[in-house]
């Protein structure tokens, strides 16, 4: 049996919490951001208009289809094609919220089919414009109807967020590579990184498990 030694922890507290603050904060971040334009996506995919609807739909089958390492690499690699000089911090934000946006795209556009159509209908013959349909008639039952698979979204956006520390993003996976270098500790310093993910996921999944038992009920 492999002893597990926590006292690198202690060791090397600040370290691991600046990473867990870091993570925190660009999970929070790519959270809020992907959420609104996978909800604009998902929106244009089923506009009545076929131009946007073919855009939507090339932009989520794309990055849907392409390692989000490769998505990060783009904006931290090859934003100085553009006049740019993105830190790992923020590209990985970037990174992050437009790979995690395709995929909520797709839940959401789901929940909208599951919405009756006669509800939009009747709400654009009341003189509701397309736009406002959405937003205060379709899209609030949309997304009530989604929220487990929302869930399970974010769950993944907060693990991905450990590719940061490829590109020097300060995450926690970033500092845990620090960490080891010094100590040479591989072992334990990696069991500390994964109790300081487990601090942000299994609260969110006990979460989900319950909206997801809520919502069966219903």
């Not at 869930?151 to 993944?156: A, I, K, S, T, V």
């Amino acid at each position: 049996m492999l002893p597990v030694d926590l006292s690198i922890i202690a060791e090397n507290w600040d370290r691991y919490i600046e990473g867990f603050g870091n993570t925190v904060m660009v999970s929070l971040l790519s959270l809020v951001l992907s959420f609104l334009l996978g909800t604009l996506v998902a929106v244009l995919r089923i506009s009545p208009f076929k131009t946007l609807r073919a855009i939507s739909g090339v932009y989520v089958e794309f990055v849907r289809n392409i390692p989000l390492l490769l998505i990060i690499f783009f904006f931290y690699y090859g934003s100085s094609e553009f006049g740019l000089s993105l830190d790992g911090f923020t590209a990985g934000t970037i990174g992050l919220t437009i790979y995690t946006s395709a995929f909520i795209a797709e839940a959401i556009r789901a929940g909208i089919l599951a919405v009756p159509a006669g509800q939009a209908e009747a709400a654009r013959s009341s003189g509701l414009s397309y736009g406002q349909t959405m937003i205060h008639v379709v899209l609030p039952q949309a997304i009530k109807i989604v929220i487990p698979p929302l869930g399970n979204q974010f769950l993944n956006l907060i693990k991905n967020s450990s590719i940061l520390g490829v590109i020097a993003g300060m995450d926690l996976m970033y500092f845990g590579d620090l960490i080891n270098s010094d100590t040479l500790d591989t072992f334990n310093v990696y069991i500390g990184v994964a109790l300081f993910y487990l601090v942000l996921t299994i609260p969110l999944s006990l979460l989900v498990q319950y909206l997801e038992r809520r919502m069966a009920r219903a």
